[in-house]
């Protein structure tokens, strides 16, 4: 049995009518051989979260769809257990006012942090955000894993002061900070959700100092729609800003679709990416910084 097509998605973001023609784009093309991987951010900003909530939980029960979990996904569990006041940027009350969202509360905490596989001969992790430099794939597994185990496995109460702790003093809750939050990282193995700043040299983007540790696997990620489709040697960066159409460019939601029969798809040229166009300007106010 040949292996099923992968295609990997950047952050979706209630973008619900731009993931259905992805979707519908891959049925077209590869049937039902073909296996979508979403980066995260399933949630905000954008108009209908429940919608792709429904979208990609029906992919996943299917066994068509993978998906970690996101800040902005994060970001709804942390309002609805009181731990962070609602933002007048949020755009979630459509799954807070669900009446099946206690189901979707748990839904959503049992999802992973990092998924591990292969993609031709290469190792890959697929993850919300970012890597610390310092792990290798062993030592981002055995973190993300307890760090998930804290987050889905027990009550809703655990799950709720987990994410209430402080992530100074609970290495768990940093683990699953940084593979949801990170952008940049400074040489002593501190990392902040911010971009760099020229303000503040010290601090340069996350997969510099990761890429210079020669790790030998892949990572797919999202998160930081500022700097775009990022391709690199290892490393491809699929937050194409579909929720930020209007804000000074062309908002798109990005897919990565090497073909599985590819020997080194992490370090090919190859260009594999569909890009669907958005709809509308979505962002309640197109000036304000994405966070």
């Known amino acids: 049995m040949s292996e099923r097509q992968r295609i990997f998605v950047g952050d979706v973001q209630g973008c619900s009518e731009e993931l259905d023609e992805l979707i519908r784009r891959a049925h077209d093309r590869f049937g ?22 429904r979208q990609v939980r029906e992919l996943v029960e299917a066994g068509r769809g993978r998906v970690v979990l996101g800040n902005h996904d994060l970001n709804l569990l942390r309002v609805a257990a009181g731990l962070r006041s609602m933002s007048w940027l949020d755009t979630f009350n459509d799954v807070l006012e669900s009446p099946d969202f206690d189901d979707w509360f748990d839904w959503l905490r049992g999802l992973p942090l990092m998924l591990r596989s292969t993609l031709g001969g290469q190792d890959f992790a697929m993850v919300h955000a970012a890597v610390h430099p310092d792990w290798s794939l062993d030592e981002l597994e055995r973190r993300t894993r307890r760090a998930e185990a804290r987050l889905g496995d027990g009550s809703r109460a655990d799950a709720e002061s987990f994410l209430g702790a402080d992530p100074g003093t609970d290495p768990d809750l940093d683990t699953l900070r940084c593979v949801t939050s990170c952008r940049s990282v400074n040489a002593m193995g ?70 599985p029969d590819e020997a080194e798809p992490f370090l090919s040229s190859s260009d594999h990416f569909w890009h669907i166009h958005a709809r509308r300007a979505y962002y309640a106010r197109r000036d304000a910084e994405p966070v």
């Open 32 to 53: 039902e051989d073909s296996e979508i991987w979403l980066v995260g951010d399933l949630v905000n900003r954008g108009p209908k979260n429940l919608e792709v909530l």
């Open 190 to 259: 501190n990392w902040r959700s911010s971009p760099p700043d020229e303000m503040d040299p010290d601090f340069i983007p996350w997969h510099v100092e990761w890429s210079a540790r020669n790790h030998g696997y892949g990572i797919v990620y999202g998160h930081w729609s500022l700097q775009g489709l990022h391709v690199a040697p290892w490393l491809r960066g699929l937050d194409t800003g579909c929720v930020h159409h209007g804000r000074g460019r062309r908002g798109l939601l990005t897919a990565w679709s090497p073909p």
